[in-house]
């Protein structure tokens, strides 16, 4: 795009020192975080001293360790059921016409419009009543339905680019439909299944407003654990904890970006 | 054509439906039926326990909508902090996402959207404790204000720590939505409008600004609908002192156990939701008509 204001504008100048000094704004709460974590007693920015020594202390805590594996395990089930689930519905929305298409879709977009705390408290209160409670199911069940509408859109926009007349052919020439689908048109869309899936996990990984409700002090997935922790303590152990989550988020987010590119998610 | 191949095959259910139904299984029946359980639970008198088609009642949402308390204290409370801070995020992302829009270097840009965007990968939590080692009492930030001469500011905890919270979770999203605006302006619509010798403020207002304010009213009401409903920032920013309906409705549920309330306020906290996205969109539709 050309620039819109004109060469050695003084207005620029101000403009390109306002713009970066946000930037680093908005990333320092993180840099501090990682910084704080290495206080060797108590959690002050700047640091006091360096130590590794509550990395040592988070890795062998018995609760972190849990709440990060749960964290993983529900996040892994979440992004399978919501990628599965949306597979098909896309298949549905983009290959058949049937009326009421635009109702439906916006309506499995719907979890999107929805403040996450009221579903919360809406599926714990089901869970009850259903007698499941504060369950491995319950949460994966909430984080489903947050995380679906996200390898729905990945998905949706990968189908729309593929041409059905070779999985038409497959099947004329007595492939079962299903099996056509999967050898002709899947590996397709491998990528916005995948980065979908990726998608869910990480909506999945960060949730914690809708996780609040169905955890339990001895049952917590990580964010829900790190808040709990925030709310009575303050030493660097949780600023090594919290570290050690950055770096698996960024993780992922080198993995979406090779994917499908980093706007998915905010789009 | 696949569809008629299906149908062979599975008889009487239309392949679309087939395909539709796990979707609308956790839509309807895992999303649906506990928003409706939740709605029951809103009607339901206060004392009694709920049953599935029970006794009705609007006193839950009356208690709320009509007692001076909540209307001022926490719905007002709850428009009001997110109202400034998404001014805010709007007074900072605005210029912030002009700035990357027109960043030459698309390598330099990419960085740029990769670290304002990086924070929104990032849980809520962990955010809000960022911000906290910011705010302290001890922390950089009061110090860098008293080194400037200003008197001990107290920024956590509190009003403040709230709107400046909200405001950083506000911004990447801002700045994302608002740099998709800017990069759609019309570069030789700019280009003529300085060739034909506009100054840069006439040419801000008369150009930039007016192609660029359907997104910021889009991008503001996204923000807004973000804060009114948080829970994090309140709670460990404003240390449960500033009462907004997103962490109150967990409180009143799960801590004081008044779960027929709680539902009430979800659902007022929703209609407020819908409300602000509908006259968004619906001003946004109209302005485009006249247009």
Sequence with gaps: MAAFRKPRDPGRLALSAFGAFWVLVMVAPILVIVAASFNPRHIVFPPEGFTLAWYGKALGSENFVRAFLLSVKIGVVAAAASAAVALCAAVAIVRYPFRGKEAIVQALMSPLLIPTVVIGLAIYQAAIMVGIGRSFLALVIGHVIIAFPFPLRTIMANLQGTDPSLEEAAIMLGEHPVRAFFKVTFPQVRMGVAGGALLSFIVSWNNYPLSIFLSTPEFAPLPVEIFFYLQWQFEPLIAAVSSITIVFSILLIFAVERMIGLSAFTR | ?291
Excluded at chain 2, 73 to 78: C, F, K, P, V
Excluded at chain 2, 146 to 171: D, K, R, S
């Design chain 2, 1 to 291: 054509m696949s569809a008629a191949a299906t149908t062979a095959r599975l008889p009487r259910i239309a392949p679309q439906w087939l395909l539709l139904a796990p979707a609308g299984l956790l839509l309807g029946g895992l999303f649906g039926f506990p928003l409706a359980w939740l709605a029951q639970f809103s009607l339901t008198p206060p004392g009694t326990q709920p049953a599935l088609l029970g006794p009705v009642t609007l006193d839950n949402y009356a208690r709320f909508l009509g007692d001076a308390f909540y209307l001022e204290r926490i719905l007002w409370t709850t428009i009001r902090v997110s109202l400034l801070s998404c001014a805010i995020a709007v007074a900072i992302g605005y210029p912030l996402a002009f700035w990357v829009a027109q960043t030459r270097s698309q390598k330099l840009k990419a960085a740029l959207i990769a670290a304002i965007v990086c924070p929104l990968w990032l849980n809520t939590v962990i955010r809000a404790f960022g911000v906290m080692l910011l705010l302290f009492d001890n922390g950089p930030v009061v110090a860098l204000a008293e080194g400037v001469g200003l008197p001990p500011l107290q920024l956590l905890y509190n009003e403040t720590g709230v709107v400046i919270g909200l405001a950083y979770l506000a911004i990447p999203f801002f700045v994302i939505a608002m740099i998709g605006v800017i990069e759609q302006i019309d570069a030789r619509q700019v280009e003529a409008a300085y060739s034909l010798g506009a100054s840069g403020p006439y040419m801000f207002r008369r150009v930039i600004l007016p192609a660029t304010l359907p997104g910021v009213l889009n991008g503001f009401v996204l923000i807004f609908c973000i804060s009114i409903a948080s829970f994090a920032i309140p709670q460990l920013l404003g240390g449960g002192k500033v009462p907004m309906l997103g962490m109150l409705i967990y409180r009143t549920a799960n801590v004081s156990g008044n779960v027929a309330f709680a539902s009430a306020m979800s659902f007022i906290l929703l209609a407020a939701t819908i409300l602000s996205l509908s006259v968004v969109t619906i001003a946004l539709k109209r302005a485009a008509a006249r247009r």
